[in-house]
């Protein structure tokens, strides 16, 4: 998912903020929150889709692609 994508930049900010200027504050709850917002965007595709797909970009995809199945059956 592009969400994860964005999580692990944040991670990456995150720890150069800890380890290089010893601060954990807006970058540090930054990660924790696209984290959690990760995992749940995971959790929503995964319940969306009507069987496992590699590869799916974002929820808006799942749906489109649980809208397909659908219609082709």
Do not use: C
């Not at 991670?11 to 150069?16: I, R, S």
């Amino acid at each position: 998912m592009l969400s994860t994508k964005a999580w692990g930049i944040s991670l990456f900010v995150a720890l150069v903020a800890l380890l290089g200027f010893n601060m954990a504050g807006w970058p540090l709850l930054l990660a924790i929150v696209l984290g959690i917002i990760t995992q749940l965007e995971g959790l929503a595709a995964t319940l969306i889709l009507p069987r496992w797909t590699h590869d799916v970009p974002t929820v808006w995809h799942a749906y489109q692609i649980r809208q397909k199945v659908i219609r082709d059956a």
